[in-house]
């Protein structure tokens, strides 16, 4: 059998389970032996972090040649167009690769989504809007630098699924463990549980039932 941990990763928390001196680690968290992130999301992002005691099974979940996509509310500066919105999903070139097409569109504001602590910092000038992307690639900060690259910069970025698997039901800095067989279909839970270390403000409140699930 192999662990399946889907955690709901918050904002200012390393992908790591040890760090520098005052940074809140995965270890801040997570307490289950052996386990280790597929995949990783920057600090400053936050959201579906999947972790696994299975080197084969991180591999399937984090490579890109398997195609598993990757689902992230993204709060950017301004409104992008419909130019910009076909940059996005077509390719663009960040000079050191060239990204795949994507999915993009944009959507209103999640009113299940809580709010982020520290608050973003907004211009009272420029206005912001979110988009929904879906990769199936995920190279170092990338997101953000598409949309830099159309000229809106992102505010916010929030990883909602991964896959088959989401953050439903799970509250920022809770997470369930899955307990996944080899050659079982991804995502299929036996067991759940949900546990949390600490408790650090305006995370103690399960999602919303308005929280997306996936599209058949």
Not at 58 to 84: C, F, M, N, S, W
Not at 185 to 202: D, I
Request: with cysteine; net charge positive.
């Amino acid at each position: 059998m192999s662990k399946l941990i889907l955690f709901n990763k918050p904002y200012g928390v390393l992908c790591q389970f040890t760090g520098e001196p005052g940074r809140e680690t995965l270890a801040s968290y997570i307490s289950v032996p052996g386990v280790y992130a597929a995949g990783r999301l920057d600090s400053d992002s936050e959201g579906l972090l999947v972790l696994t005691d299975d080197g084969a099974f991180q591999a399937r979940i984090a490579d890109p040649r398997h195609k598993l996509a990757k689902t992230y509310l993204v709060q950017v500066e301004g409104v992008p167009d419909e130019e910009a919105l076909a940059a996005l999903r077509t390719g663009v070139d960040l000079g050191d690769f060239v990204t795949r097409p994507c999915q993009v569109r944009q959507v209103d504001e999640p009113e299940w989504l809580w709010p982020r602590n520290p608050p973003i910092r907004e211009r009272r000038s420029i206005p912001t809007c979110w988009l929904e992307i879906v990769l199936k690639e995920g190279k170092n900060r990338q997101v953000r630098r598409m949309t830099a690259k159309v000229g809106h910069p992102t505010l916010r970025l929030v990883r909602v699924r991964i896959g088959e698997w989401s953050l439903d039901g799970i509250a920022p800095g809770e997470w369930q463990e899955t307990v996944t067989a080899p050659g079982r279909k991804p995502g299929a839970p036996r067991t759940r549980s949900a546990s949390r270390l600490q408790a650090p403000s305006r995370r103690d409140a399960a999602l919303p039932k308005g929280y997306p699930r996936r599209r058949s």
